[in-house]
């Protein structure tokens, strides 16, 4: 609770219960959008590492079917 101020006691008014639901309200939705954001970079975190891997096993194929065709080539 608030100090109260030049001797009177403290109340509470409608506007500033008002004020202060609103803030409860808007540190609700920043927590949940941040919940939200951090499940998103998790998941996109998931995505680049799916892609890094089909990106090396692009390459491991590429790579050999150019050693086996090497390998045919020379006796």
């Known amino acids: 609770m608030r100090e109260p101020r030049y001797g009177f006691e403290h109340f509470e008014c409608a506007p500033g219960l008002r004020l202060e639901a609103h803030e409860r309200v808007a540190k ?22 799916r892609l890094w891997l089909t990106v090396y096993g692009v390459v491991g194929v590429i790579l050999s079917q150019a050693i086996q065709s090497l390998m045919n080539v020379s006796p």
Not at 28 to 49: G, T, V
């Open 28 to 49: 609700l939705q920043f927590d949940s959008l941040n919940r939200r954001l951090d499940k998103i970079e998790q998941l996109i975190e998931r995505l680049e590492r």
